[in-house]
């Protein structure tokens, strides 16, 4: 490549790394979910992690998504850490805020870590192969992302928007309507504004330091770039010491006294060569950009070294998620175990991939879907869950099983979605407004969508909720409508595996009305 085309890597790389930030952002940010459905899937699609827990742990024999971060990882290195993830175009907009308020400001070579950085992952796919997500939901980038926009930024847009739409609505403008308020707690708020706190420190101290020192993709993308088609390389010939590349590599890779680059930490920024007066620095095929690096076995032995502990724990040993919601009737005993939503098949399967991006939280049209923090253990932090108590699962609705980057929840149609059982409704009589208080209350069977909950004669002119759980899908919606409180007198009690319900039976009309022939009256 001549120079002049070198130079504009860079340019090329910050409009890519716009052309996805800014749709990534939409699909956790925008509340009326105008982003049509396709472009959001393929946006996740080409998230690294969630892409390769879905091949690995899902049945599915390719991924797109999966292929393209490989195939370019091979040939151009860490791409996917400088275009294609979000944290990492977030951290450069820190980087280059720092660099606004200090211009003296200037990286310089760090030793990377690897041996954390490589232990750090090991463990992480050990925890992860034995149904343990902990590890992989703190550091993995997207879904870090996604919970940080989702839980902090997304309220904020929504509350805007319901300002704006009250300012233009009184000069009849009805562009913005008002949209609910995603309820969170604080307590799921206080781990993605200190993750948040975290990356804006590393980012404006030490540039790119989570990418290598913390990140399962970026070990992985790391080990993968040390074998990449193409390399930064220094011409050694040409290179007059000044240094210049040195300051401006936000991975801290560079170290131009020795003229080296260690291109498996390198994020593919370009920097380097942007900032070159010599033009000295040059991203050359594999074949001429011999690196003079000694031989390091632990880099080498790393596949060997994680696919031994990986293969042995093969059966998860998180067995214990298996195990089904103790018989009792009890209210606070059942709802200790969360609703999965349609698609996820079980707990289990759910919990052992979920990454808890809140792709699905942020594209849920009646918020059900609810960002928890242990509901589903240590193992499971951040995963979200069915909260009936702030919504229901729409009946036609099967958005968060399209727009899941990792298996977690399958893609299912609409009509098999119908018949998914997550869970079975419990009803607590003696909670009844209607036997507690005497008071007519039919909204649980008004609401049921199948009419698993249907009234039948009380007292007098009472009547009262009978269920038929062969045909309920535990959607919530009788939960959400019942008016009891603290608790609720009827309620979904969790399906720790999915089972399917009986189609619901219309009653046949007893008679059409004919057009063609006259009115009888």
């Known amino acids: 490549m001549s120079s002049f085309k070198l130079e504009k890597l860079k340019l090329i790389r910050v409009a890519v790394s716009i052309l996805f930030f800014v749709p990534i952002c939409l ?4 509340p009326r979910n105008s982003i049509p459905e396709s472009i959001n899937v393929s946006l996740v699609s080409l998230q690294f992690i969630p892409s390769l827990l879905k091949i ?29 993830c979000p944290l990492g175009t977030f951290q450069d907009f820190i980087i280059r805020f720092s660099k606004k308020i200090n211009r003296r400001k200037h990286f310089k070579y760090v030793k990377p870590p690897f041996i954390f950085h490589y232990l750090l992952l090991i463990i992480t796919t050990i925890l992860t192969v034995a149904g343990s997500m902990t590890l992989l939901n703190l550091f993995e980038p997207f879904s870090s992302f996604g919970r940080i926009v989702t839980n902090l930024f997304e309220p ?3 509350l805007a928007n319901n300002v704006l739409a009250e300012i233009f609505g009184k000069f009849q403008i009805f562009f913005f309507y008002n949209i609910p308020v995603r309820k969170i707690d604080l307590s799921v708020m206080i781990v993605p504004a200190t993750f948040l706190g975290v990356i804006v420190y590393l980012s404006y101290k030490h540039g790119r330091l989570f990418c290598n020192s913390l990140c399962p993709a970026g070990a992985l993308l790391g080990l993968m770039s040390r074998i990449s088609l193409y390399k930064i390389v220094i011409n050694e010939n040409t290179c007059n010491d000044c240094g210049a590349c040195e300051k401006v590599c936000k991975a801290n890779c560079i170290e131009s006294a020795s003229k080296l680059v260690d291109f498996s930490a390198c994020v593919g920024c370009f920097n380097c060569i942007k900032s070159c007066p010599q033009s000295s620095v040059t991203y050359a095929r594999y074949r001429l950009a011999a690196s003079p690096e000694k031989y390091n076995p632990l880099r ?18 998180f067995a214990s998620s298996n195990t089904t919601a103790a018989s009792t009737s009890g209210y606070i005993e059942n709802k200790k175990y969360p609703v999965t939503p349609p698609g996820s098949r079980s707990v289990n399967h759910f919990s052992s991939l979920c990454t808890a991006c809140h792709s699905c939280v942020s594209v849920c049209p009646t918020q059900v879907l609810y960002p928890s923090l242990f509901d589903y253990g240590i193992s499971g932090i951040f995963q979200p869950r069915m909260n009936y108590t702030v919504s229901y699962c729409n009946y036609e609705c099967t958005l968060c099983s399209q727009i899941c980057p990792s298996g977690a929840i399958l893609p299912v149609e609409a009509e098999a979605k119908k018949i998914i059982q997550i869970g079975k409704t419990v009803f607590v009589k003696d909670d009844c407004v209607v036997v507690a208080r005497k008071k007519a209350c039919s909204a649980c069977s008004e609401h049921c969508p199948t009419k698993a909950v249907y009234m039948v004669q009380y007292e007098e002119k009472l009547k009262i909720p009978e269920l038929n759980n062969d045909i309920c899908i535990g959607c919530g919606a009788c939960e959400f409508a019942c008016p009891t409180t603290p608790r609720k007198a009827i309620y979904v009690k969790a399906n720790q595996i999915h089972l399917q319900a009986q189609k619901p039976k219309v009653k046949k009309q007893e008679e059409i009305f004919d057009s063609s022939k006259e009115f009888p009256f």
Do not use: H, N, W
């Open 27 to 30: 699909l956790f940010l925008d």
């Open 156 to 158: 904020l847009m929504t």
């Open 56 to 84: 690995f742990f899902y049945v599915s024999i390719t991924t797109i998504g999966l292929a393209v971060v490989i195939v370019l990882t091979f040939a151009f290195g860490r791409i996917y850490c400088s275009t294609l």
């Open 300 to 317: 080498r032995q790393f596949i060997k070294e994680i696919s031994t502990p990986a293969i042995g724990l093969a059966v998860p040993a």
